[in-house]
């Protein structure tokens, strides 16, 4: 993609803007979404940038805009609670005790074990 650095905000709004235009199925979004962010990354401070933007645009669009943003960020932070969850199994931390200081069930917990464990 060819932008410059200043630029990178604006591409990402716009993008949102034309990905909620197209009104395309929740599956698809995050398809597009995951092949564009892998190019485009923007910093926590852009973010924070891009979200001041999209609260300057038409009602409608802004609230469908936050919306796609929002199931994202919730996905980013899944990843972190899990990436916690999997150093807390490493340092010896009993499974009860890693779900009660995550929100994970103890299932969840379990399979990430079982998956370290094989990884291991």
Do not use: C, W
Not at 50 to 72: C, F, G, I, W
Request: avoid cysteine; charge should be negative; glycine fraction near 4%.
């Amino acid at each position: 993609m060819e932008y410059t650095e200043d630029e990178k905000i604006e591409v990402k709004k716009e993008f949102l803007r034309m990905l909620v235009r197209l009104e395309l199925d929740p599956a698809r979004n995050r398809e597009l979404t995951t092949f564009f962010e892998t190019y485009l990354k923007l910093t926590d401070e852009e973010e924070y940038i891009l979200q001041e933007e999209v609260r300057h645009l038409n009602p409608d669009e802004e609230a469908k805009v936050m919306e796609l943003m929002t199931s994202y960020e919730r996905k980013g932070i899944e990843k972190g609670i899990k990436k916690v969850a999997i150093n807390l199994l490493s340092d010896g931390m009993d499974v009860p005790k890693v779900a009660e200081l995550t929100g994970l069930s103890e299932k969840e917990i379990t399979e990430l074990k079982n998956q370290q464990d094989r990884n291991d």
